[in-house]
């Protein structure tokens, strides 16, 4: 017999989430996009933060926020693609943000990635040096990409500081260590799906031990998927399993997770309240 999985949990009516970071313009959504927003907006999910990875996923993420008010646009070329960026990338990707200022709230995703190598490893490092300065002319808070490359993260940041704009280091995979570095720099700390998994001691001690005030929570779909989906198509409405998690790890209601973990994300991307009914 098939066994359902369980429910998701609930929030109450005055209570919402925001997903600071999801891929809404890959294939995965392609043929139901609108029925995965319905019930991310039925189960409060008020703003999904839709990320550019390379020049067209960034148009393709600032046409969605032109659609769907519950959607912003983040710019940005993916460590995969650093050999891909020519003189002419980084200016295309400023003149997005300038002519789409009421829908682009983030530069990223960006950073380095020393597991796939699709890019030099130095190559990477010139490339993000370049793109965490354009995020601060452009006036926008980082959103940082790190697999495998804590330390070189960590120094090519700390080179680049202070962000004035503030930025997030996406799909936390680090330690309690690396925590204190991330909030030393004055960023948020986004909590994956991965926190709902058995196997991940550091990240539920980091989801439990750093301070609420510098949380976010994000699903990263499609990929990522919590418990109990695990190994599926990830959701913005999956987002609070994540958030329950992060609840029971504090021992404290869900509600006070969303209420402070959207605070968090709606003062970083600056973002209007939420019509909430």
Not at 54 to 79: C, W
Not at 181 to 193: E, W, Y
């Amino acid at each position: 017999m098939k066994i359902s999985p369980p429910p998701l949990p609930l929030l109450t009516q005055d209570t919402f989430l925001i997903d600071s970071h999801c891929h809404l313009d890959m294939d995965a959504y392609e043929d139901d996009l609108d029925i995965i927003l319905e019930q991310a907006y039925c189960n409060h999910i008020r703003y999904i933060i839709s990320i550019g990875i390379d020049e067209e996923s960034s148009r393709q993420a600032i046409s969605l926020a032109k659609e769907y008010d519950m959607i912003k646009a983040t710019v940005g070329i993916h460590p995969h693609d650093a050999a891909r960026i020519t003189p002419h990338t980084l200016d295309n990707l400023a003149e997005l943000v300038e002519n789409n200022r009421d829908h682009v709230v983030g530069y990223g995703e960006i950073g380095l990635d020393y597991v796939k190598n699709y890019a030099p490893p130095e190559l990477q490092r010139r490339h993000f040096r370049a793109q965490l300065a354009q995020a601060k002319d452009l006036k926008l808070p980082v959103i940082i990409h790190d697999r495998d490359a804590h330390a070189d993260t960590i120094r090519l940041l700390q080179e680049a500081a202070p962000f004035e704009y503030g930025g997030i280091m996406h799909c936390f995979s680090g330690d309690m260590t690396l925590a204190a570095q991330v909030l030393d720099l004055g960023f948020h700390i986004s909590i994956p799906g991965v926190v709902t998994f058995k196997n991940a001691p550091d990240l539920k001690e980091v989801a439990r031990l750093a301070p609420l005030s510098a949380l976010l929570v994000e699903t990263d779909g499609p990929f990522l998927a919590p418990v109990p989906w695990r190994g599926k198509r990830n959701e913005p409405a999956f987002l609070l399993h994540t958030a329950q998690a992060i609840a029971d790890l504090r021992d404290i209601p869900l509600n006070e997770v969303a209420r402070q973990t959207s605070a968090n994300a709606m003062s970083l991307f600056r973002l209007p309240a939420p019509v909430m009914s």
